[in-house]
């Protein structure tokens, strides 16, 4: 069973970047379909970005296109989510999740495990 922590949110300002990581134990990581997701306060946890088993393949929502990138690292067990361009909508809390299927999902029961979230709060 694989335990997912994250790290790297804070406080920032609009316009800034931050680079969240989630560490990655107890399976085979490189076997898992990765994604972040994100929650704000009073909605629902929607997908942000995914990645399968190489950085080749990858994919976004609309909403993040173009700011936010998803990639992951198979020798270091760790996924990483680099937002450019953050803007005060991005507040969230940001949670990285796994799946051991292989598949390809943008929805929430796509996903068996994750992690217990980091806070990113952007200030205008």
């Known amino acids: 069973q694989i335990r997912l922590v994250e790290s790297g949110g804070g406080l920032v300002q609009a316009g800034d970047s931050l680079r969240l990581s989630c560490a990655a134990s107890?399976?085979?990581?490189?076997?898992?379909?990765m994604a972040w997701f994100r929650q704000a306060p009073g909605k629902e946890r929607d997908f942000v970005a995914g990645?399968?088993?190489?950085?080749?393949?990858?994919w976004y929502a609309e909403s993040v296109k173009g700011r936010l990138s998803i990639s992951r690292d198979n020798a270091r067990n760790t996924v990483y989510l680099q937002m450019n361009s953050l803007k005060p909508e991005d507040t969230a809390v940001y949670y990285c999740?796994?799946?051991?299927?292989?598949?390809?999902?943008?929805?929430?029961?796509?996903?068996?495990?994750w992690g217990q979230g980091t806070q990113v709060t952007v200030s205008s």
């Open positions: 999740a796994a799946d051991g299927s292989g598949g390809r999902w943008s929805v929430v029961v796509g996903y068996d495990y």
């Open positions: 107890g399976g085979t990581f490189s076997g898992y379909t």
């Open positions: 990645v399968r088993y190489s950085n080749i393949d990858t």
